[in-house]
């Protein structure tokens, strides 16, 4: 039974860890970022829900994106797909973590087990959908950023866009909620392997209820 357990704690722990990763990959302003050699003191960054101009004192000057329609496709893309992950996230960990043994452990009876069981697959499916709602748009904006890169048709004197520490960050949200995924439907799986090697208590000698009125009327005699 400890098995099962530790591999949901892990679950728990992983899919909190990815949900945190996610929500800093949502709200940094640092999944692009441009440097020139006419400036090599600044650095432009690119996030989901604003722009940013960062020098090298320390100093930072951001500007929210003007309109929702004017925004890149690629923008508007990560957005939607970025806040779905941090809802099946969410939501994937809070039943996780209702589905521990560790809650309401005084009640071992088979029901809440199986209902546990169903809360933990519920919690592992939920966090697999998050870790792939977080790698479709990282990985989406990287390939277009490799492309853009190597494109042999812009001058070599023209600035190109790089990886941004948010793509680094979103890649490991989407990592740590696939392995907190498949450790939570692991550990549901063992849980039903339990429920169902459980000993099953039979009477051998059933007694209808005519012999055990007979036999209590004969104990008062």
């Known amino acids: 039974t400890t098995q099962p357990c530790i591999l949901s704690m892990l679950g728990v722990l992983l899919s ?4 945190l990763c996610s929500l800093c990959t949502t709200m940094m ?11 090599p003191t600044e650095s432009l960054e690119v996030g989901l829900w604003k722009t940013c101009v960062i020098q090298d004192l320390g100093l930072q000057e951001c500007r929210p994106y003007n309109s929702l329609l004017g925004l890149p496709p690629d923008i508007k893309l ?8 941090l809802g099946f996230g969410l939501m994937g960990s809070v039943l996780a973590v209702l589905g521990l043994n560790l809650i ?25 959908a998050a870790g792939i ?8 904006i990287a390939h277009l950023t490799v492309v853009r890169f190597f494109d042999e048709s812009v001058p070599d004197v023209v600035p190109r ?3 941004g520490d948010s793509l680094f960050c979103g890649w490991t ?16 799986l063992y849980l039903q392997e339990q429920n169902q090697n459980l000993p099953v208590h039979i009477p051998l ?17």
């Open 29 to 39: 302003p640092f999944w692009l970022t441009l440097s020139t050699d006419l400036l």
């Open 173 to 188: 949200a989407g990592v740590l909620h696939l392995v907190a995924g498949m450790l939570l439907l692991i550990s549901s």
């Open 104 to 128: 309401n452990s005084c009640c071992r009876k088979v029901d809440d087990r199986s209902f546990k069981k169903v809360l933990k697959a519920a919690g592992g499916t939920l966090s697999l």
């Open 78 to 85: 990560a957005r939607i797909l970025m806040c779905a992950a």
């Open 16 to 19: 909190a860890g990815g949900w």
């Open 133 to 140: 709602l977080v790698l479709v748009p990282v990985s989406y």
């Open 205 to 221: 000698f059933p007694v209808s209820q005519r012999q055990r009125s007979v036999r209590i009327s004969t104990e008062y005699i």
């Open 161 to 163: 866009w790089e990886f």
